[in-house]
């Protein structure tokens, strides 16, 4: 939503397979001192540490798509962004993303919707 596909080519230096990609949220808390991360592969899909080593191992890093102006991972303290990278075992990188194509996104499904109305 938040990078097209050309866009993640260019971040991914082509690689665009080789990437797991985080968007705003991954990060935050989602109650009971989990984060969502947690939440949907601890809890939800009962991955163990082996289960993470083995899904995860196919990507070479992570980037989260910060979208600007708003600079949300720097909101997130190094212990949130260091506990998913020590359990995936994925660097982290920080890629700043305009919200341009979310906002082309959202005005195109605004315009279909009054067309049907």
Known sequence: MLADLE??????????????????????????????WERIYKDYLKWNDAD????????????????KPLNVYGEYTPKNILDFSSWTRLVVIRQEVTLDRLKGLLSRCVLKSRVKA
Do not use: C, H, Q, T
């Open 7 to 36: 866009k993640r080519k260019e971040m991914s230096g082509g690689k665009i397979g080789s990437v797991f990609w985080l968007s705003p949220g991954w990060l935050d808390y989602a109650g009971k001192n989990r984060y969502v």
């Open 52 to 67: 993470a080593n083995v899904n995860f191992g196919i990507y070479r890093k992570a980037i989260f798509l910060d979208p």
